[in-house]
């Protein structure tokens, strides 16, 4: 019924810049919390950035003054601007949004996932 695509991740060097995209599709009334995760091997999915419809974002500490989201609710899409990588960042990143039916009933979806990798 619905689906997050993303696009954007990569390899990169340290220092470099990266934009992920993701784009919800299907029997959408409203999304409610859009956001990024990531998942680096052996380690649990931990929260990037998340945004609420009204523009209030919330980073992880570890992103702060690095990472930008953002989103363009007319187009059901979530951006994350990376700049300043750094190898640690390195990972799976997952899109996030929790997204009220037509029906009115409400889910939270996942992307399937785009890798980032930074090189130092």
């Known amino acids: 019924q619905v689906q997050l695509v993303e696009s954007g991740g990569g390899l990169v060097q340290a220092g470099g810049s990266l934009r992920l995209s993701c784009a919800a599709s299907g029997s959408i009334f409203s999304i409610n919390d859009m956001g990024w995760y990531r998942q680096a091997p052996g380690k649990q999915r931990e929260l990037v950035a998340r945004?609420?419809?009204?523009?209030?974002?919330t980073y992880a500490d570890s992103v702060k003054d690095r990472f930008t989201i953002s989103r363009d609710n007319a187009k059901n899409t979530v951006y994350l601007q990376m700049n300043g990588l750094k190898s640690e960042d390195t990972a799976v990143y997952y899109c996030y949004a929790n997204i009220a039916l037509l029906s009115r009933r409400v889910y939270d979806y996942w992307g399937q996932g785009t890798q980032v990798t930074v090189s130092s």
């Open positions: 945004i609420t419809r009204g523009g209030t974002t």
